[in-house]
């Protein structure tokens, strides 16, 4: 079955930092672009970061110098890293492939607030 399950949202205060983790099953992120998107109550969904086969990542200009974008195929995990979290970083965080149609996760709520 071809999914994606995400972890390590939760409840932060600003400034703090969160890892959020996608595992992927079904197949291989080695051969697949994986990015992260999140999504607030009614606002459209954006894309947070992206990287490619070849490890190069792309950033939102929201989290350029605080989220790091990651991936370890061997255990084929990608990685969101957040730091200096805001909270209008405040969000439902997905993990999204392509592989021969879109796949979304079911999403993992990050809170920052004091």
């Known amino acids: 079955q071809v999914q994606l399950v995400e972890s390590g949202g939760g409840l932060v205060q600003p400034g703090g930092s969160l890892r959020l983790s996608c595992l992927a099953s079904g197949f291989t992120i080695s051969s697949r672009v994986m990015s992260w998107h999140r999504q607030t109550q009614g606002k459209e969904r954006e894309l947070v970061a992206s990287i490619n086969i070849g490890g190069n990542t792309n950033y939102a200009d929201s989290v350029k110098g605080r989220f790091t974008v990651s991936r370890d195929n061997a255990k084929n995990t990608v990685y969101l890293q957040m730091n200096g979290l805001k909270p209008d970083d405040t969000a439902v965080y997905s993990c999204?492939?392509?592989?021969?149609?879109?796949?979304w996760g079911q999403g993992t709520q990050v809170t920052v607030s004091s």
């Open positions: 999204y492939a392509y592989f021969f149609k879109p796949v």
